[in-house]
């Protein structure tokens, strides 16, 4: 059984800064994309952004300039580097992996962004 572990989530100032970490483990091979997604209350599931195993990237437009996704292949590790952090940001952020036949969930992590 595949597991994805998340962690980093939780209270900052606007302005601040938080790292993301999702770690797959179990029997997986293969992995084509990572990525993080995030859904407010009220609001449809949206991409943030993703990463390949060459090492390309797309970030959605409302994270650019502010947001790093990093990724290592040896460890099947993606993080997600969050500065410049605005209320708006604030939702449950989700790890998700893709590969061959095959794609997977984290539990989702909270970020909340408040004064």
């Known amino acids: 059984q595949v597991q994805l572990v998340e962690s980093g989530g939780g209270l900052v100032q606007p302005g601040g800064s938080l790292r993301l970490s999702c770690a797959a483990s179990?029997?997986?091979?293969?992995?084509?994309?990572m990525g993080w997604y995030r859904q407010a209350p009220g609001k449809q599931r949206e991409l943030v952004a993703v990463i390949t195993s060459g090492y390309s990237t797309n970030y959605a437009d409302s994270v650019k300039g502010r947001f790093t996704i990093l990724r290592d292949n040896a460890r099947n590790t993606v993080h997600l580097q969050m500065n410049s952090l605005k209320p708006e940001d604030t939702a449950v952020y989700y790890c998700?992996?893709?590969?061959?036949?095959?794609?997977?969930w984290g539990q989702g992590t909270q970020v909340t962004v408040s004064s």
């Open positions: 998700r992996t893709i590969g061959a036949g095959y794609a997977y």
């Open positions: 179990g029997s997986i091979s293969s992995i084509y994309t």
